[in-house]
């Protein structure tokens, strides 16, 4: 393959060739990179791939007839052609869930008659109301004798623990990127780590169908993606689809869109590899996701590496090589369309749900009873936010939650680290408080949300950043942070994000929509509480993306909140007749006829510094006479939700969480010292 660079002084982008065959030519036509200076105007260059005439990906024209490039593997590995196990990888809000409905719908998964909802694959309560994927499940569709398993992956930067563990179990990865806004700070994260796992990806340019869509310009920052990341030149040889999921219709081109998704699936048989197995090795398998059923008890899921699993099989459940146990298989099964269907034999190279071991973790390999060796375990990135989790004692607690001490929650939380990979759980410096750390505040925040739901009670403290110190020097989190908004908002903006140490090294104006994208590095303590006020400075027009960049030098003092709180002066229930008073002072949490305890956060207050007021007086009963009785006019209260009441403590506040109440209160501990 020979590549050539060419530039003109009229025209500074360089243009990139590649000649391949026509008809891959045609699908994939010509790129532009800008990366323009490290080239003279009017100068060429030509350059050689490192690797002579290679035909990895020969997906675009036909498939290909050579044995697979693993020579240097042991003879003993095969290709299994008829299954093929993919991810589907993307940034939040691309489209994945969406394109996976119409693959299941036009695989016939379900009847024709059948009545199904939107976004199928978002099965939990969460998912569905917040509108995100948070949880990995698995599905699989009969395409052409050919039995595809499909990952549904979430999107968010903060369950990228999601990601990294099923990318162990799949040969290749949709990578879907939404044809307007192109490729965003997650869509960097989760291709970075499957071209760290070699998997072959296909690019799917998604909602092709917007009426802003610029196709050539997400190709283009793809293929450039892929160079910054040191993508190999097999990577690179990407086969990209243009596609609209919500309509179901796929094509090879933006104008030519085929009526079904069926030349997505082709490029999915053609560009990503069978499983390459051991048939006649020894039985491995590495334990990926673990589920609970009722009745069946712990359920492992993971791809069989080697070998062939039967139902009552003996079998050693391997930590480390030193470290082994043995268990046998009581159920098995494997995925079939949208179901788990029992199953007697299960080869290598097939993703299944394996019962009967009731102490396996993730990360365990289930192998041979004999000869089994232990699987490499699977390796998350290290969390840097954490935050602290106490039993409630504020006057109000027992009253709504079924469980309320310590032993309930370290339960509990023990229970969530069996699942959640990416989350840790240390002993706070009481016996009653504990410390999580996770990917971001919106990971920790849908655990509390999850326990709230299921009936604890318990406080939480503000989030703060897990910081390292190395060589005597003290590093902090960075991330990159990516803001799209209109123009006419982006003064306060750039001075919100300035003020909390945020370095802009991007900026691009999008189209005819009017917004223009700011990337910013900033400290991950400078996006603690950020979300709200951006929305504040851009009058709700402005959307932030995060996704954890590196650690860096400490940047300095960072101030995120101007105002003080108001808070309650003693237990009773607020009346209109205070509350009339208290609104000149600020806005308030509470409305007429609530209970309130004293140091209870009940309003923001208009300056810094925090104010006590007493919301519970009542109009003194005298039998002086007024003319009239005063209408007295409350303002409505804020409601807050959880993640708003997060981002709003700071250092010397909690949050109670109930299942019914969401309140902030004054540390009472950091009062105590304070005096």
């Known amino acids: ?124 309560d969460l998912e569905r109301e917040r509108g995100i994927t948070i949880l990995s499940k698995n599905t699989s569709i009969t395409y052409k004798n050919t039995k595809v398993n499909i990952i549904d992956t979430p999107g968010h930067s903060d369950f990228g623990g999601e990601v990294e563990r099923v990318l162990n179990m799949v040969d290749g990865v949709l990578l879907v990127v939404d044809s307007v806004e192109g490729p965003m700070p997650q869509t960097r994260f989760v291709l970075k780590k499957a071209l760290e796992f070699g998997h072959a990806v296909v690019v799917v340019v998604n909602k092709i169908d917007r009426p802003s869509a610029r196709p050539e310009f997400v190709v283009n920052s793809t293929f450039e993606l892929f160079i910054e990341l040191n993508a190999t030149d097999e990577q690179c040889d990407f086969q990209a689809i243009y596609a609209s999921g919500i309509k179901g ?54 791809r069989l590496h080697a070998g062939a699993l039967r139902k009552g099989m003996d079998v ?150 897990i910081n390292k110190r190395v060589n005597d020097k003290l590093l902090e989190p960075f991330e990159v942070a990516t803001v799209e908004v209109p123009e006419n908002h982006m003064g306060p903006v750039v001075e919100l994000l300035g003020k909390r140490r945020g370095q802009m090294f991007d900026m691009q104006g999008v189209g005819s ?25 851009s009058r709700g027009t402005a959307i932030l993306n995060t996704v954890f960049d590196s650690y860096g030098p400490w940047a300095g003092d960072i101030s995120t909140r101007d105002l003080g709180s108001l808070v309650a002066f003693e237990d009773g229930t607020s009346t209109s007749y205070a509350l009339a008073s208290a609104q000149e002072r600020g806005q308030m949490f509470v409305g007429a006829g609530v209970d309130v305890y004293k140091s209870q956060i009940v309003g923001i207050h208009q300056r810094p510094g925090d104010l006590g007021l007493n919301i519970c007086k009542k109009k003194a009963a005298t039998n002086i006479r007024s003319n009239k009785d005063v209408t007295v006019v409350l303002d409505t209260p804020l409601t807050y939700s959880l993640d708003d009441c997060i981002e709003y403590i700071e250092e010397d506040e909690l949050v109670e969480v109930t299942p019914l109440s969401i309140r902030m209160c004054k540390n009472p501990k950091m009062a105590k010292k304070g005096r």
């Open 249 to 302: 219709k796929a094509g090879l081109t933006p104008e030519d869109l085929a009526e079904d998704l069926g030349p997505l699936f082709e490029a999915i048989i053609r560009c990503v590899p069978g499983p390459n197995i051991e048939k006649d090795g020894a039985l491995q398998m590495l334990a990926t996701n673990i589920e609970y059923d009722e009745h069946k008890g712990r359920i492992a899921i993971g």
């Open 1 to 124: 393959m020979e590549l050539s660079l060419s530039t003109s002084p009229a025209s500074p982008a360089v243009v990139l060739r590649r000649q391949a065959s026509p008809l891959l030519h045609k699908q994939q036509q010509v790129l532009g990179v800008s990366f323009a200076s490290a080239l003279k105007p009017g100068g060429v260059l030509r350059f050689r791939s490192r690797l002579p005439l290679h035909r990895p990906i020969t997906c675009s024209a036909s498939p290909s007839t050579a044995e697979p490039s693993s020579e240097v593997k042991k003879k003993t590995l095969v290709r299994r052609n008829d299954v093929r196990n993919i991810a589907i990888v993307a940034h939040v809000d691309h489209g994945k869930t969406t394109l996976v409905d119409s693959m299941l719908r036009q695989a016939k998964v379900f009847r024709d008659n059948q009545v199904m909802q939107e976004r199928i694959m978002d099965s939990n």
């Open 513 to 537: 929509e009017g917004t223009v994208f700011l990337r910013y590095k900033i400290p991950t303590r400078g996006l603690l509480g950020l979300r709200n006020a951006i929305l504040t400075a």
């Open 316 to 465: 050693r459940v391997c930590t480390s090589e030193d470290s082994c146990r043995f268990a046998r298989v009581s159920e098995l099964f494997v995925y079939e369309k949208f179901y788990r269907v029992p199953t007697d034999t299960v080869e290598a190279g097939d993703i299944c749900a394996v019962c009967g071991i009731d102490d396996i973790q993730i990360g365990e390999t289930i192998a041979d009873k004999v000869h089994g060796k232990p699987l490499p375990t699977i390796k998350v990135e290290e969390p840097t936010v954490k935050m602290s989790f106490s039993v409630n004692t504020s006057p109000f607690s027992g009253r709504e939650g079924k469980y309320v001490t310590s032993r309930n929650l370290r339960d509990r939380l023990n229970r969530e680290l069996e699942r959640n990979l990416a989350m840790k759980v240390e002993d706070g410096e009481t016996a009653d408080t504990f410390i999580i750390s996770g990917r971001g505040t919106l990971h920790i925040t849908i655990l509390i949300e999850n326990m709230r739901r299921e009936g604890y009670e318990f406080m939480v403290g503000p989030p703060k950043v």
